[in-house]
């Protein structure tokens, strides 16, 4: 099972470039999340749809933008990078409930802003 | 400023030693508490987790520690072995759980 898949593993842009890292997850999971993690801050909350159709904002959600595509997509938007968003992002899946579900990470997009 | 603080930033451990980490947090309305395990080049993966209704899970060599009227939990890592070394985060949530805050980490090192 591929789990959570993200592309691309490594990216870098100049200031005011743009991009869209893109997330999926095989595990029929209705949650989708984006976090950023950067030294001494640990992982950050950007965005989240807890299930197809909405979405909402995390911690950190400015100079970001989210599609929940359908069930499986979630894909993440920079539309004019920043240095500050220089940082290794990670998607997440899980499926609320009563009982916690675990969080099921990617293995992260390192992006380098220039 | 986080909401969970996690301590120590890093730790070297002797094989075979006890590793400990402590997070404190002050939201009374989280109530469950993860603590997640990454290394190198991979997202963090679920370690083992406790809600505020226990004080003291255990899996293994690792145990979670809860003090509820302190707002603290930790995690300890028993005969720690090499394989161990890696980033440690602990993490709270309130219901229904889709905002899992994250400590900065603990960078974890065991030496053989």
């Known amino acids: 099972n591929a789990g959570v898949t993200q592309t691309p593993k490594f990216q870098v842009l100049k200031t005011g470039q743009s991009m869209t890292l893109q997330c999926a997850q095989d595990?029929?999971?209705?949650?989708m999340y984006w976090y950023r993690q950067d030294p001494g801050m640990g992982l950050r909350l950007i965005y989240y749809s807890a299930s197809e159709g909405t979405t909402d904002k995390g911690e950190v959600p400015n100079g970001y933008n989210v599609s929940r595509l359908n069930k499986r997509e979630f894909s993440l938007r920079l539309e004019s990078a920043a240095p500050s968003q220089t940082s290794v992002y990670f998607c997440?899946?899980?499926?609320?409930?009563?009982?916690?579900?675990?969080?099921?990470f990617g293995n992260g997009t390192r992006l380098t802003v220039t | 400023q986080q909401q969970v603080k996690q301590s120590p930033q890093s730790l070297i451990v002797q094989k075979g030693g006890i590793s400990i980490i402590n997070c404190a947090y002050e939201?009374?309305?989280?109530?469950?508490f993860p603590w997640y395990q990454q290394f190198p080049g991979k997202g963090p993966a679920l370690l083992i987790a406790i809600r505020p209704d226990v004080s003291e899970k255990k899996e293994g060599r690792f145990t979670i520690s809860f003090n509820k009227s302190a707002k603290q939990f930790s995690l300890h890592i028993m005969d720690s072995q090499p394989g161990d070394s890696a980033t440690y985060f602990c993490a709270a949530s309130p219901p229904p759980g889709n905002k899992l805050v994250f400590g900065a980490g603990t960078i974890l090192r065991v030496k053989s």
């Open positions: 595990m029929n999971h209705n949650s």
């Open positions: 997440a899946s899980s499926t609320l409930g009563q009982l916690r579900k675990p969080l099921h």
């Open positions: 939201n009374t309305a989280f109530d469950y």
